[in-house]
């Protein structure tokens, strides 16, 4: 997920400075908390971290908790729009919710009795989250529930500009947790100003970090020296199949596209439509609000999407009208809610097959369904390896072949991507805002993050009755084809 608002940390001043003294006041904070919190696990068991979790939860799904934390992210960061982060606010966090509290997390967790084994969950220490000004609310809930699902604390670093509407976000998972009789600083937010050196302190002084964010800020926490846990770039191609159901999917890539100003990594980026329905696929995304640009149009978006290399910022999660104005479009697209710029090339001569972050979405067509495959895997190569991309179609055949062959962590099927992507009522993936993309993309994980990679397993193994097979069994077929 992109976040074009923190830069990269650099390197630390001296230590014992006061940023450090500060930072290293907040993980003992968080040390002291967790015992706290410990005392209270061992005293009432599962029921009590389940406790902590749904607080945290409740204190952003609370209907006017969700609205106006929702109205200060779009008014503090200028990115996105109300009602989707409302949704967001309460979408995920239902999701999430749900998905912790049908897990165990402390004590026993597992048991394999044909195997000897026992599996124990223990805490993975105090969390240095990096969240994103795209979800300044949202990402640091989601992070702070499955933290603590894991008997942890968590301390939010979000970008500097991205703060004020963080801090609210923080002070009122704070409040919950108070409320239920849980120590505050459980949950806590880098003081202002957040510097790199701050975050990189942060960093280092965590026992666990964890990044939504930049790439930059992913790179450097893996050189933090700590255990870390990135996310990558997202730039989600989707194919529109010859057997999709051509309206039905143009209505789901709208209602993707246009969530949030596509402020989400895993929003739509190019569509790639086969030959034999691509007029009719473009008539039925034209009736959801698409607007096709000319050619000359085209060339403006190309010019005036980015600036000096960096994304727009008059543009990126910004409303169809912003669209319209900058890139001087013509009278039809007044009323579109997303923009459509045809495409025939990938890489870096041809930005548009890169992530846009903004209601500008790449038409591609194919020759084939071979063609096809070719354009998302040449778009993922350059740029968003590993995350994910989609078909709509009703030949699940196309579908299985596509998860075959395209180097990706997730293929959405017949699915809306922003929704479906971090995890859906009506699909099994974990409800999550933070997606790892494997060593695609440099990455230590290839799921959506979730509590799993927030406790330490313990394994007791006793004894089981011998499992030894003979070396025929091993090593036969080799001997029989190769000799020994």
């Not at 009590?48 to 209907?63: F, G, H, M, N, Q």
Request: charged fraction near 25%; glycine fraction near 8%; hydrophobic fraction near 40%.
């Amino acid at each position: 997920m992109s976040d074009t608002q923190l830069a990269a940390p650099k390197a630390r001043a001296g230590k014992g400075t006061g940023a450090d003294d500060a930072i290293a006041a907040m993980i003992g904070r968080g040390r002291a908390a967790m015992a706290e919190f410990a005392r209270e696990i061992d005293a009432h068991g599962q029921d009590r971290i389940d406790e902590a979790v749904t607080a945290l939860a409740w204190s952003i799904y609370k209907p006017e908790n969700a609205r106006r934390l929702a109205e200060i992210a779009v008014e503090v960061t200028g990115i996105g729009e109300v009602e989707s982060k409302v949704i967001k606010n309460t979408r995920k966090t239902f999701g999430t919710l749900r998905d912790l509290l049908r897990a165990k997390t402390t004590g026993i967790i597992e048991e394999i009795p044909e195997r000897g084994i026992v599996k124990y969950a223990k805490p993975v220490g105090v969390v240095g989250a990096i969240t994103p000004s795209t979800n300044p609310s949202a990402t640091p809930v989601n992070k702070a529930m499955m933290a603590l699902k894991g008997g942890n604390a968590i301390i939010i670093a979000p970008p500097p500009t991205a703060w004020d509407a963080t801090k609210p976000t923080v002070d009122g998972m704070r409040r919950e947790l108070k409320k239920i009789g849980l120590p505050e600083d459980l949950v806590q937010i880098l003081p202002q100003p957040v510097t790199r050196e701050s975050t990189t302190r942060l960093m280092e002084l965590s026992d666990l970090v964890v990044v939504t964010g930049s790439q930059v800020n992913v790179r450097a926490a893996y050189k933090s020296g700590k255990p870390a846990l990135g996310v990558g770039l997202g730039n989600a191609p989707v194919i529109i199949d010859a057997t999709a159901d051509l309206d039905e999917a143009a209505r789901l890539i709208m209602l993707s596209k246009t969530f949030d100003h596509a402020t989400s990594c895993s929003s739509e980026n190019a569509v790639v439509i086969l030959d034999e329905i691509y007029d009719a696929a473009i008539a039925a995304l034209e009736k959801r609000g698409g607007y096709m640009a000319s050619a000359t149009e085209k060339k403006r978006i190309v010019e005036r999407l980015w600036q000096n290399g960096k994304l727009n910022r008059a543009v990126i999660a910004q409303g169809p009208e912003a669209l319209v104005e900058v890139f001087e479009l013509s009278p039809k697209a007044r009323s579109c809610k997303f923009v459509m710029a045809a495409e025939t090339g990938t890489g870096k001569d041809y930005p548009l097959s890169g992530e846009k972050l903004s209601l500008v979405l790449t038409v591609y067509r194919a020759k084939d369904f071979a063609d096809a495959k070719r354009i998302v895997r040449d778009i993922l190569e350059y740029q968003g390896k590993g995350h994910s991309c989609g078909i709509h179609t009703k030949d699940l055949a196309h579908a299985r072949e596509i998860a075959e062959d395209i180097d990706v962590v997730r293929v959405l099927v017949n699915q809306a991507h922003t929704f479906g992507n971090g995890g859906g009522f009506d699909n099994g993936l974990p409800f999550t805002l933070s997606m790892g993309c494997g060593t695609w993309q440099g990455n230590a994980i290839s799921d959506n993050l979730n509590w799993r990679c927030f406790v330490n397993i313990t394994h007791l193994v006793t004894t089981i009755p011998e499992d030894k097979p003979s070396e025929e069994a091993l090593f036969g077929k080799y001997w029989a084809k190769y000799g020994k």
